[in-house]
């Protein structure tokens, strides 16, 4: 189920960002610019519309594609630990997931025992 969630997400990211980049051609093909964060262009209201539409869009695909690895990402190591059947584990198994951040860069570091 997780698996399939990560695929929804990164379907709607990549629709987002689809989105995203019809809005920024449009925004191009207008005559619009930004120079120092401040939206200018011959209709300076409707550029400034469209470069708030592309600054949403563009977050909405990052959001997307970022629950989309991690939905995917947890329904994998679920996966292959064992965790998509419905049985009960057996008393004599263990398995162990451990993740923490990473310390020389952005980052996660994780480990499993099985």
């Not at 960002?17 to 200018?40: Q, T």
Request: aromatic share 6%; hydrophobic share 40%.
């Amino acid at each position: 189920m997780l698996i399939a969630g990560g695929v929804i997400g990164i379907s709607a990211g990549v629709a987002f960002h689809l989105v995203r980049e019809n809005r920024a051609s449009h925004f191009n093909d207008i005559g619009c610019e930004v120079s120092n964060g401040v939206v200018s262009g011959p209709e300076a209201d409707r550029c400034q519309v469209v470069y708030n539409d592309i600054q949403t869009n563009t977050r909405y695909a990052i959001a997307g594609y970022a629950g989309g690895v991690a939905l995917g990402g947890v329904g994998l190591v679920l996966l292959l630990m064992g965790g998509g059947g419905d049985a009960a584990p057996s008393s004599g198994s263990t398995a162990l997931l451990h993740c923490s951040p990473t310390l020389d860069a952005v980052g996660l570091a994780c480990g499993g025992r099985f």
